[in-house]
T-cell receptor
């Protein structure tokens, strides 16, 4: 099993360009998440999908959109990239989100640089 | 609101030394879960352990041990006989059993183990 996979691993964008970060999991998990990691800030939740067909905002959703394409896939879109969105983006999944006991498993991350 | 504090930003030790990473948390919930993740230089986030608020037994896994103390709201992580491969950023995180609970991360402690 691959677990959680993310593409691309690294991307450079110019301000104003758009792109989509892809995430897929093969663990039959119901819930999926997008986080960003910035130096000295830990991880912050951007959006999550508690189950297929639902998405909700996290702590820092501005400038992002998401799509839960199916149970396996959860994409993150930057419509008009800004330098403040330079970060490392992590996708994660868990069995469910209705109970805090569920462990979230993370993908390898995507490093995004916006010039 | 939930909060996780990792006061140690960076720790440097020499191989074979024991090292303890501190984690202090805040939550109003009586049922909650604590996690430790490891982020090696390669960048991925690796799940290490999950504890629930009703189980205060210390846990040992090889060279790793965890000390959970509700009285001081702490969940500290000790590495015995550290090795160079332990060099990483370690994150402590918290969820509660409230519906659709958020995983709240500390800002991480960077551990550097020198040969």
């Amino acid at each position: 099993n691959a677990g959680v996979t993310q593409t691309p691993k690294f991307q450079v964008l110019k301000t104003g360009q758009s792109m989509t970060l892809q995430c897929a999991q093969d663990m039959n998990h119901n819930s999926m998440y997008w986080y960003r990691q910035d130096p000295g800030m830990g991880l912050r939740l951007i959006y999550y999908s508690a189950s297929e067909g639902t998405t909700d905002k996290g702590e820092v959703p501005n400038g992002y959109n998401v799509s839960r394409l199916n149970k396996r896939e959860f994409s993150l879109r930057l419509e008009s990239a800004a330098p403040s969105q330079t970060s490392v983006y992590f996708c994660a999944s868990s069995v469910t989100r209705t109970s805090g006991r569920e462990t979230q498993y993370f993908g390898p991350g995507t490093r995004l640089l916006v010039l | 609101a939930q909060k996780v504090t990792q006061a140690q930003t960076e720790i440097s030790v020499v191989e074979k030394e024991d090292v303890t990473l501190d984690c202090v948390y805040e939550t109003r919930d009586t049922t909650y879960y604590l996690f430790w993740y490891k982020q090696p230089p390669s960048g991925e986030l690796v799940f290490l352990i999950r504890r629930n608020s009703f189980d205060e037994q210390n846990e040992i896994s090889g060279r790793y041990s965890w000390n959970f103390q509700k009285s001081t709201s702490s969940f500290n992580f000790t590495i015995t006989a550290s090795q160079v491969v332990d060099s990483a950023v370690y994150f402590c995180a918290l969820t509660s059993n409230s519906g659709y609970s958020t995983l709240t991360f500390g800002k991480g402690t960077m551990l550097l183990v020198s040969p």
